[in-house]
């Protein structure tokens, strides 16, 4: 069954899509990575996913359920732990899981205690006195306690340290392993997503542009540095290897095959002033999707990772009666799993009440937005009319949100997005 269906997604206007017409599939129980250097569109794509934003045009389905109309439902069993948060509230962090739990009808305390050992984040602290890195750290806890069936993690790193982030993909990676957690990794780090995810696909001019399969390679991504180069290129490019630049000083050549058939081209070249890398995701951008090297042929695709149950093979980009072919009836909820969405929309959803284009989150907020959503009285998943959000302010390049009265399950989860401006 497909976790994400993505059919011809476009967001933004004119010269200012962000998304376009972006295709992409991703089956359950896959750890998928999507990578894409800075302002690429992950936190969009994400927004989109959640419902907090709506689609100029084309689709995204979750677990069938569209994405805009039914994000509430998608929000009972997805998760989305965000780039940035901040949370105005003088509740305890212990306090404020608690609150998320009840609101999904479950009862896992216990569950809070665990993560919260497991991640050394203490329970007891406010969470208006957080600072950034125990701000992500109580996302991620928030994320995971309502035991989604789907995680999206949006560069998740960003805050944590070097322990943080390998226990957090450590506790993912045995989720996604041992109870078919599917994950969506947003991110601009090649490395994570080779250690982790089965397939990587990449993120820039608003499309997917290739998917690879992550299966165990003679090389990583590598970057040839060489100094002062006067040979022949071409010894370089017919072995696959791609130009980032040629120039008089430097010369800086991207590849992704086998090593030992570079090893034989640097030894039969005689290089010595050169410098040989690991790859960041900015070179591989350049090598294969900017300038002259984007018109270039794609290298020859890679044979699937047979992993798990996942039938890779059937995954590709899709078609758009993919989406009309999905059968599978709309999710029932059953209490038992009720895994309510709500920490991680916050930021999101809150950040989206902002009138003014974020510099910090990068947020390019609709206008009109704010005032539909705080005009309306939020509900609980049983009914419960509660008082909109008490106080939202801005602190510079910072969104505020007091979560004090609602928590942050009702700030996420019961702001209904009807339309944004793009509709009107
Ligand atoms: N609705 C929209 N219309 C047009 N542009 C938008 C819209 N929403 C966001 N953008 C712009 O699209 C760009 C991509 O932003 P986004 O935050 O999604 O990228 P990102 O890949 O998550 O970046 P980063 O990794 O730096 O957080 C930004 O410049 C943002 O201002």
């Given at each position: 069954m497909s976790a994400i269906v993505i059919n011809d997604l476009t967001k933004g206007k004119g010269k200012d899509k962000v998304l376009q017409k972006l295709n992409l599939e991703i089956l359950?129980?896959?750890?998928?990575?999507?990578?894409?250097?800075?302002?690429?569109?992950k936190t969009t794509l994400a927004r989109i996913i959640m419902g907090f934003l709506k689609p100029n045009s084309g689709s995204i389905k979750v677990y069938d359920m569209d994405s805009f109309k039914e994000s509430k439902e998608i929000k009972e069993s997805v998760s989305l732990v965000p780039e940035d948060m901040i949370f105005d509230s003088k509740i305890k962090s212990f306090a404020l899981l608690k609150k998320t739990l009840n609101a999904h009808n479950l009862s896992n305390t216990e569950d809070i205690d665990i993560l919260c050992d497991y991640f050394e984040f203490n329970s007891n602290l406010r969470v208006c006195d957080l600072r950034d890195r125990e701000r992500?750290?109580?996302?991620?806890?928030?994320?995971?306690?309502?035991?989604?069936?789907?995680?999206?993690?949006?560069?998740?790193?960003?805050?944590?340290?070097?322990?943080?982030?390998?226990?957090?993909?450590?506790?993912?990676?045995?989720?996604?392993e041992q109870e078919?957690?599917?994950?969506?990794?947003?991110?601009?780090?090649?490395?994570?997503?080779?250690?982790?995810?089965?397939?990587?696909?990449?993120?820039?001019?608003?499309?997917?542009?290739?998917?690879?399969?992550?299966?165990?390679?003679?090389?990583?991504?590598?970057?040839?540095?060489?100094?002062?180069?006067?040979?022949?290129l071409n010894y370089f490019t017919s072995i696959g290897a791609r130009i980032i630049k040629d120039e008089e000083d430097e010369t800086i050549l991207y590849f992704d095959g086998p090593l030992p058939e570079l090893s034989k081209v640097i030894y039969e070249e005689g290089l010595e002033n050169y410098i040989l890398e690991d790859a960041e995701l900015s070179d591989k951008v350049e090598a294969y999707y900017k300038g002259e090297n984007a018109k270039l042929p794609r290298r020859k695709p890679e044979a699937p990772v047979e992993s798990k149950d996942i039938k890779l093979e059937e995954t590709s980009t899709i078609e758009a009666d993919t989406i009309n072919g999905v059968s599978e009836a709309t999710i029932k909820l059953d209490q038992a799993d009720n895994n309510f969405n709500s920490v991680e929309g916050i930021s999101?959803?809150?950040?989206?009440?902002?009138?003014?284009?974020?510099?910090?989150?990068?947020?390019?907020?609709?206008?009109?937005?704010?005032?539909?959503?705080?005009?309306?009285?939020?509900?609980?998943?049983?009914?419960?009319?509660?008082?909109?959000?008490?106080?939202?302010?801005?602190?510079?390049?910072t969104i505020v949100f007091d979560t004090s009265n609602e928590g942050i399950f009702n700030a996420s989860e019961e702001t209904k997005l009807k339309e944004d401006k793009d509709d009107i």
């Open positions: 359950e129980g896959e750890f998928f990575s999507l990578l894409g250097t800075e302002k690429s569109g992500k750290l109580l996302a991620i806890i928030n994320a995971l306690i309502i035991k989604p069936r789907l995680l999206i993690l949006d560069n998740p790193s960003k805050f944590l340290d070097d322990k943080d982030i390998d226990r957090l993909f450590s506790h993912v990676k045995k989720l996604n078919n957690l599917t994950v969506l990794l947003l991110s601009e780090s090649l490395r994570e997503a080779k250690k982790y995810s089965a397939r990587i696909a990449y993120l820039s001019d608003g499309k997917v542009q290739d998917i690879e399969y992550n299966n165990v390679k003679a090389a990583g991504d590598k970057v040839l540095k060489i100094d002062s180069y006067r040979g022949n999101e959803d809150e950040m989206e009440k902002d009138t003014v284009h974020n510099t910090k989150t990068n947020l390019f907020v609709d206008e009109e937005y704010s005032e539909k959503v705080l005009g309306e009285n939020p509900k609980t998943p049983q009914g419960e009319v509660l008082d909109p959000p008490k106080e939202e302010k801005t602190s510079g390049d």
